[in-house]
C-alpha cells in the first residue's frame, strides 16, 4: 500500500476528451509531483508545485493543466491527448521543496484511442 | 546536475548478497546519491541517501568510496521480491529528482 493515492488506477479516453487525474496524500507534506513514465522507461519530471504553487514546469505542452487546490490535492486535467501521450502518470510528494524522500502512488494507466 | 552511470542489468541468486554499483564522476561536493527502486507496476520507492559517509537502513546498505567518484548499493541477502529497476540518482536536493536507465537486477531462485 502507498500513502499517496492516485484515481482513477486505468484511464482510457479519446483525443477530444477532458479528462481529469487525481492525487491526494495525508502526509502533510508540501511538494507535490507529476511524473510520466513510459513503457521500459524512467520516469520523467512533468511539474513540480511546492507550497501549492507551480514551482517547475518541464516545458510540458498545454494539453496537461495542472492543479494544486490545496496542500493535500493534486490534479492534472488533459484535454486533446495524442496517442503518445498514452503513459503510466505517476504522483509524488516530499515533506517540503527540498525534503526527502519522494512518497509516490502507483500512478494512472492512461490509454489515448 | 552530475551524471551517473549503472550497468544496464544484474543478477543475483535468493539469499546472496546484492552489489549495485553507480559511478558518478563529476558529482559536486553538496550533491547527495539517492537510491530509488521500482517493482513493476507500482511507483518508485525510497531506498537511501548519503552525502559523504556509508548509510544503512533497514532495506539496504549504501558505500560511497572517499573520493564520492562512485557508490554501491547493497541489499544484504536478495529476495525475489528485490527484482525490480534500482536508481541511483544524483541531486543537490529532492524537489526536481530525475531518474536516468537504473539497472534491472533480477533475483533468481
Known amino acids: 500500500d502507498t500513502e499517496v493515492t492516485q484515481t482513477p488506477k486505468h484511464l482510457v479516453m479519446g483525443m477530444t476528451n477532458k479528462k481529469s487525474l487525481k492525487c491526494e496524500q495525508h502526509?502533510?507534506?508540501?511538494?507535490m509531483y507529476w511524473y510520466k513514465q513510459k513503457a521500459k522507461k524512467p520516469p520523467e519530471l512533468m511539474f513540480v508545485?511546492?507550497?501549492?504553487?507551480?514551482?517547475i514546469n518541464e516545458s510540458v505542452p498545454s494539453r496537461f493543466s495542472p492543479e494544486c487546490p490545496n496542500s493535500s490535492l493534486l490534479n492534472l486535467h488533459l484535454h486533446a491527448l495524442q496517442p503518445e501521450d498514452s503513459a503510466l502518470y505517476l504522483c509524488?510528494?516530499?515533506?517540503?521543496?527540498?525534503?526527502?524522500?519522494?512518497?509516490f502512488g502507483n500512478g494512472t494507466r492512461l490509454t489515448v484511442t | 546536475d552530475a551524471k551517473t552511470t549503472q550497468p544496464t542489468s544484474m543478477d543475483c541468486a535468493e539469499g546472496r548478497a546484492a552489489n549495485l554499483p553507480c559511478n558518478h564522476s563529476?558529482?559536486?561536493?553538496?550533491?547527495?546519491v539517492y537510491w530509488y527502486r521500482q517493482i513493476h507496476s507500482q511507483g518508485p520507492q525510497y531506498i537511501i541517501h548519503?552525502?559523504?559517509n556509508n548509510e544503512t537502513n533497514e532495506m539496504a546498505s549504501l558505500i560511497i568510496t572517499e573520493d564520492r567518484k562512485s557508490s554501491t548499493l547493497i541489499l544484504p541477502h536478495a529476495t525475489l521480491r528485490d527484482t525490480a529497476v534500482y536508481y541511483c540518482?544524483?541531486?543537490?536536493?529532492?524537489?526536481?529528482?530525475?531518474f536516468g536507465a537504473g539497472t534491472r537486477l533480477t533475483v533468481k531462485p
Open positions: 540518482i544524483v541531486r543537490v536536493n529532492n524537489n526536481d529528482m530525475r
Open positions: 548519503g552525502l559523504k
Open positions: 563529476t558529482i559536486s561536493g553538496n550533491e547527495y
Open positions: 509524488a510528494s516530499s515533506q517540503a521543496p527540498t525534503g526527502w524522500p519522494l512518497h
Open positions: 502526509m502533510g507534506h508540501r511538494a
Open positions: 508545485y511546492s507550497y501549492e504553487k507551480l514551482s
